[in-house]
């Protein structure tokens, strides 16, 4: 008995001081990842075809791309946005997980009409937000564009890549 306190002892005493240690994490620096032109966006209301916007895009097209979207990255300038594209149309949602600034998030179906959208989508956030519908694409722009253009369901976009 004597002998299993003794051991029982020494056991907590060297997990104690041994968990006391510094411990060296090994910390990954990252360079900010930066806006990287690929492709031009145009936005037109539905009834008139006059133009809402145009922006400079990114795409997001593999399974990492989309994955990883607009994560770890600090801003973007109005003009520019990112655009997810899905083999198919099915319903998606998106969250807002390590996306440091707030986005509105605008569901695109495979006519290129805008079918939806979440506007204002907080940074940070693992709250999920679906595009209601069935879409093929997904764009992604700064919080606060939908309601500057006046964006509605039925407005098309037409898109480049360079």
Not at 43 to 71: H, W
Not at 99 to 111: A, G, K, Q
Request: proline share 3%; charged share 25%.
């Amino acid at each position: 008995m004597k002998t299993t306190f003794c051991f029982s002892a020494i056991v907590s005493l060297l997990l104690l001081f041994g968990s006391c240690k510094d411990e060296h994490k090994n910390v990954v620096k990252t360079e900010p990842v930066v806006f990287a032109k690929e492709g031009e966006l145009t936005v037109f209301r539905q009834e008139t075809d006059s133009i809402l916007a145009k922006l400079d895009i990114e795409f997001a097209q593999s399974e990492y791309e989309t994955q990883t979207g607009l994560m770890y990255r600090q801003s973007m300038l109005d003009d520019q946005g990112m655009l997810f594209v899905f083999p198919d149309e099915a319903m998606h949602s998106f969250y807002m997980k390590n996306t440091e600034f707030p986005l509105d998030i605008i569901f695109i179906d495979s006519n290129l009409k805008i079918a939806s959208f979440q506007e204002n989508a907080q940074p940070l956030s693992e709250k999920g937000l679906s595009s209601k519908v069935p879409v093929q694409y997904v764009l992604e722009v700064n919080a606060g564009l939908v309601e500057k253009w006046s964006l509605s369901e039925g407005d098309i976009i037409e898109f480049t890549k360079l």
